[in-house]
């Protein structure tokens, strides 16, 4: 190897890492969300995000038929098991069933809030295990916005946190820079949930007095500016004594089951809400 | 190997990481592709095109990711510089140096972010819990991973 290739092999690499590191400097200085300080970046990778935003949608659209295909196969190696029509037809009802039962109760929900609900599907994720983020297919063109609410028929799922025009970039509650002001449903006391990675979230900044049982249920209390009140968070499920001085560490498990978001509701207004069959809350949260 | 299929295939890999791998996620973890792909491409082509397409794939990942802007350029620019300068003075064939390239490239890029974050978000990094439920996870995931992702990447390549 000649001496100039030898050089150039440490020299370029070198002029990378240099150039990475103040990137990241210059990023790290500033606030943790606040990137439009690099609006530039995202105007240079829209091609980017309209590739991501399509192949997104076209994996969702092919992830349905796999799980479509995944049943009718299930079903027909039943089918050719038991060798029964009739196996089939009430393979099929429950299939549509419950189906039915899912729809409907989308249908419902949106019904229930009817000109403030946009519906959106999940097309993608963040790529770090250090965040919690989807990605979903509304964006500018449909008049979203940063911070605006997103829910789910079963709860607050997070906020709108980046919008391009054909997707947008939601924070997860769960995600360890999530804040929401929160509210015991019982004794209204109030704090904020924070997210905890691992699908679950911790209550903090509460009245240590205050109190707490398992099974408590928690709503967004409207205090914060971005989540308006009323939106069922989820159910107190752990409560430990830290140590003697210190409050007490609350572990909540959130009613949305964000492992298997496929579809979500975009609040287009900011108003308080009162969640349908409030008295009927998931029992499936443990 | 061909220049420009190096680079498809890392932004590619970045592409079916935001879209694709959250229905193959084991246990809310999403396997680093991108790591893994650096990892053998820096082993073959040496630091400079090790470092390069680490800084891209890094780019993109964080242009599109939601942490700090750099925070996976750094680390896989400087874990395919690393890997290159290393990977001229070791065995390629086989599989087992690229699972322990992969295992070190993971333990030094998580143990990065972790304290990067650390410096910046001191109130939402606690080792325990990150190690716990985060980079010990992940490590182990990335290197059991790597044989069959280099298998693949060695048919893509044509490379033995």
């Known amino acids: 190897m000649d001496i100039s290739k030898q050089s150039r092999e440490k020299f370029l ?26 609006s530039w970046l995202d105007s240079f990778f829209l091609p980017g995000n309209w590739v991501i935003s399509k192949v997104g949608k076209k994996i969702n659209d092919v992830n349905i038929f796999i799980k479509e295909f995944k049943n009718v196969w299930e079903e027909n190696q039943k089918l050719n098991k038991e060798n029964s029509f009739l196996m089939q037809r009430t393979a099929r009802i429950t299939e549509l069933e419950s189906e039915n039962n899912r729809l409907n109760k989308l249908l ?46 079963d709860g607050l799922a997070g906020r709108v946190a980046k919008v391009w025009p054909d997707m947008s970039k939601v924070q997860l509650i769960i995600d360890r820079n999530s ?36 099974g408590d249920i928690l709503i967004t209390s409207g205090l914060g500016m971005v989540y308006p009140k009323g939106i069922l968070i989820g159910k107190v499920t752990k409560i430990e004594q830290r140590s003697l001085n210190m409050s007490r560490y609350i572990e909540i498990t959130p009613y949305v089951n964000f492992s298997k978001l496929e579809e979500v509701f975009i609040l287009k207004k900011n108003m308080d809400l009162v969640w349908p069959e409030m008295e009927n809350i998931n029992p499936e949260v443990e | 190997m061909s220049k420009l299929l190096m680079l ?112 910046f978000q001191p109130y939402a990094s606690f080792f325990g819990s990150s190690f716990r439920n985060i980079i010990l996870p992940l490590v182990i995931y990335n290197t059991i991973l790597t044989p069959f992702v280099v298998l693949g990447l060695k048919k893509i390549f044509r490379t033995k």
């Open chain 2, 8 to 119: 498809a295939v890392v932004i590619i890999s970045v592409v079916l990481k935001i879209t694709l791998f959250r229905f193959i996620e084991f246990g809310s973890y999403k396997p680093d592709i991108l790591l893994i792909i650096v990892v053998f491409i820096s082993i073959y082509e040496g630091p400079l095109t090790g470092a390069s397409l680490g800084f891209i794939g890094g780019l993109t990942e964080d242009i599109l990711g939601s942490g700090y802007l750099g925070l996976f350029t750094v680390s896989k620019t400087l874990i395919g510089f690393a890997l290159g300068i290393i990977g001229k003075h070791i065995y390629k064939t086989g599989i087992y140096p690229y699972a322990i390239a992969a295992f070190a490239a993971s333990v030094f890029q998580e143990f990065f972010i972790f304290f990067w974050l650390k410096m």
């Open chain 1, 179 to 214: 804040g929401v002001g929160a509210m015991v449903q019982r004794t209204r006391a109030n704090g904020v949930a924070s997210g905890m990675m691992k699908n679950i979230c911790e209550f903090k900044y509460f009245d240590d007095k205050e109190d707490l049982q398992e």
């Open chain 1, 13 to 38: 690499p070198s002029i990378l890492i240099c150039v990475s590191f103040i990137i990241l400097l210059i990023s790290s200085v500033g606030d943790y969300h606040g990137r439009d300080w690099g």
């Open chain 1, 108 to 153: 419902d929900f949106s019904s229930k809030f009817p000109k403030i609900l946009l519906s959106a599907a999940v097309i993608g994720q963040d790529p770090s295990n250090w965040s919690q983020y989807i990605i979903i297919d509304k964006g500018g063109k449909n008049n979203i916005t940063v911070d605006m609410v997103v829910i789910t028929a």
